[in-house]
């Protein structure tokens, strides 16, 4: 069973920067997608950055430009670089990590607070 947990959450202003990391229990060439998704309450969770195993990224609109996903294979580590915060970037960020219908693993979240 794949376990993944995040880190570097905090409070930060806005314009402020934050890394996320993300640790997995398995080596990454066996994970072929990994997300950074953020959630508030009440409302859908929302996908914010996907790598996959080629290297591919994406982005949502919102955080294009100021977020950058990456992975680090010898740490099993992937990252969340998030620069020029804003007061909507506040939510719960979670980790995921996927490999087809075998693998489907979400971390515990970590809580990012940016005030104004």
């Known amino acids: 069973q794949v376990q993944v947990a995040e880190s570097g959450g905090g409070s930060v202003q806005a314009g402020g920067s934050l890394r996320l990391s993300c640790v997995v229990s398995r080596s990454l060439f066996s994970i072929n997608v990994m997300n950074w998704y953020r959630q508030n309450p009440g409302k859908q969770r929302e996908l914010v950055a996907t790598?996959?195993?080629?290297?591919?990224?994406n982005y949502a609109l919102s955080v294009k430009g100021r977020f950058t996903i990456s992975r680090d294979s010898d740490k099993s580590t992937v990252y969340l670089q998030m620069n020029s915060l804003k007061p909507e970037d506040t939510a719960v960020y979670y980790c995921n990590v996927k490999r087809g219908a075998q693998v489907d693993a979400w971390g515990q979240g970590t809580q990012v607070t940016v005030s104004t």
């Open positions: 790598i996959t195993s080629s290297g591919y990224t």
